[in-house]
């Protein structure tokens, strides 16, 4: 059984969210800019500090989430790896970044997965990085998250509630059809690696979001909860900002 905390719906939210959307309808667009861009350049970082980290060590974590589906995963043939901290996000006072890592010695797949307090909702995904650098995610995190569509990472998102069986079952597909194309999985079995996988993405979304000026229209219209008018304004703010 899933936890009633992990089951509850962001939408739950509600009072939050409309106090954002009030707040983004009446700010001015060069002050949405601003804001946007301080978070994407501070979130978005070449390289994040990693650390090892305890769960004990954490407030509003549901230790039950990490426990169901641990045991869930090693259903699966997966063995813990190592739980880590992303303090360079958890140090912007936001969100906490507590995430336990697993990965299967025969498919060299790795399974991620965290619980985020202030959405009162977790979240778990699967990740293969290929020998050509590519990167095959895939998530539960909801697609209207993404801040742009990565060419070097081949993501899949898919619904909350979905079983870990068969979100590894899509992945395992999704990796073949990658290496298809060319390329090995490699093996990444220790915290180190971990931290080198990590950083490598992080260092390639970094460069790649320097190479579009920050942002997309995309993302944007979330941001502007669908106002399109306001996120074209925005976006002509940041573009004129990075020149």
């Known amino acids: 059984m899933k936890s009633d905390k992990q089951n509850k719906s962001k939408s739950g939210q509600r009072s939050s969210t409309t106090v954002q959307k009030e707040a983004s309808v009446q700010a001015k667009p060069s002050d949405i800019a601003?804001?946007?861009?301080?978070l994407l350049k501070a979130s978005f970082q070449p390289n994040h500090r990693l650390i090892r980290a305890d769960h004990s060590s954490f407030d509003g974590i549901d230790p039950e989430f990490y426990t169901q589906r641990q045991?869930?995963?090693e259903a699966l043939g997966f063995v813990w790896l190592c739980d880590l901290e992303d303090k360079t996000i958890s140090d912007q006072g936001k969100i906490v970044t507590f995430s336990r890592t697993m990965r299967n010695q025969n498919s060299n797949a790795l399974a991620a997965f965290y619980y985020i307090p202030l959405l009162e909702a977790g979240f778990f995904e699967f990740e293969s990085l290929l020998s050509d650098g590519r990167f095959v995610v895939s998530t539960t995190v909801p697609e209207s998250n993404n801040i742009a569509d990565w060419p070097a990472i081949v993501s899949?998102?898919?619904p909350i509630d979905i079983d870990e069986n068969t979100l590894y079952q899509?992945?395992?597909r999704d990796?073949?059809?990658?290496c298809d194309e060319g390329g090995s999985i490699l093996e990444i079995n220790s915290f180190e690696a971990v931290v080198e996988s990590q950083n490598a993405s992080n260092l390639y979304k970094y460069e790649y979001l320097q190479s579009i000026g920050w942002v997309t229209r995309e993302y944007l219209l979330n941001q502007c909860f669908g106002d399109e008018q306001l996120a074209n304004r925005v976006y002509a703010i940041i573009q004129q900002m990075e020149l």
């Open 34 to 38: 601003k804001e946007v861009l301080a």
């Open 156 to 158: 899949h998102h898919y």
């Open 71 to 73: 045991a869930r995963f």
């Open 175 to 178: 990796v073949l059809l990658a």
């Open 170 to 172: 899509s992945h395992l």
